[in-house]
């Protein structure tokens, strides 16, 4: 008895302090009576010693999310885009994070985009046949809402579609000019400032009627089937106008900022 007592005694006083590896991950095995984690506590049988020996996460590993390679953190140190799935070991709040994304690109090209094609007065439309307007900028990308945010974040033509669209989310506190206002799967609009407490000032194209311009020009047939010329037809031009509130809208910063 005495000699176990003394053996487990010893066993779980050198548990402690020994690497410990879950999945691609690893970190230091704890006793989390009398220790604390600067990473994340797993519960799984890793660490020699009793069920208070646990595992100290401090590394999750790399991953492979859409393509697209990036780190396995808790989402809340993520500044990138997580992505929740089975693509990173350890608890749910462990995701894969993509900070990637176009490097050297910052607020004065996403305003120089943006006032290039408020001076063209760029009307809303589905085909991509629209450059940024800038001599180092590619195109063509579709001068819709989404394509319009990709041209001014310098995504790859034609831009990214509201469903998918690549950028983290950020509080209504942290917003600044050159972020996006989202509604994943319905519309984006760049962030542009502040006219009044709750007020956002945006950038946006938008062609659905009345909303935007408040009349549709006639459908010059690029669009789609004239069933759907009275909602998504050209004619509504890039605007910069004053929404009376968030509308719902999550505010997103771009992926690398």
């Given at each position: 008895m005495i000699f176990c007592f003394v053996f487990c005694f010893v066993w779980a006083v050198l548990a402690q302090g020994q690497s410990c590896t879950y999945g691609a991950g690893s970190g230091t095995c704890i006793n989390?009576?009398?220790?604390?984690?600067?990473?994340v506590i797993t519960t799984a049988d890793v660490c020699p010693g009793g069920d208070n020996i646990e595992c100290c996460m401090t590394n999750f590993g790399s991953c492979d999310a859409n393509g697209q390679t990036g780190e396995c953190i808790p989402t809340q140190e993520c500044k990138g885009q997580t992505n929740p799935g089975n693509f990173c070991p350890g608890p749910q709040n462990i995701q894969c994070c993509i900070t990637g994304g176009p490097s050297g690109w910052n607020i004065t090209d996403v305003a120089e985009v943006?006032?290039?094609?408020?001076?063209?007065?760029?009307?809303y439309?589905?085909?991509?046949?629209?450059?940024?307007?800038?001599?180092?900028?590619?195109?063509?990308?579709?001068?819709?809402?989404?394509?319009?945010?990709?041209?001014?974040?310098?995504?790859?033509?034609?831009?990214?579609?509201?469903?998918?669209?690549?950028?983290?989310?950020?509080?209504?506190?942290?917003?600044r000019p050159g972020d996006a206002l989202l509604d994943a799967g319905d519309h984006v609009a760049l962030f542009w400032g502040w006219t009044a407490p709750g007020?956002?000032?945006?950038?946006?194209?938008?062609?659905?009627?009345?909303?935007c311009c408040g009349s549709q020009a006639t459908c010059p047939?690029?669009?789609?089937?004239?069933?759907?010329?009275d909602d998504y037809c050209p004619?509504?031009?890039?605007?910069?106008?004053?929404?009376p509130s968030l509308e719902g809208f999550q505010p997103c910063r771009r992926n690398g900022w």
């Open positions: 989390v009576d009398t220790q604390s984690c600067d990473g943006a006032a290039a094609w408020l001076a063209h007065g760029v009307l439309n589905w085909t991509p046949d629209v450059k940024q307007y800038i001599d180092y900028g590619p195109g063509l990308y579709r001068s819709d809402c989404s394509g319009f945010v990709s041209a001014a974040w310098n995504f790859p033509p034609p831009g990214a579609v509201t469903a998918s669209f690549p950028c983290y989310p950020i509080t209504e506190s942290e917003l007020q956002p000032l945006v950038i946006e194209e938008c062609g659905s009627f009345p909303d047939g690029k669009c789609g089937s004239d069933s759907n010329c004619g509504c031009p890039i605007q910069k106008r004053t929404w």
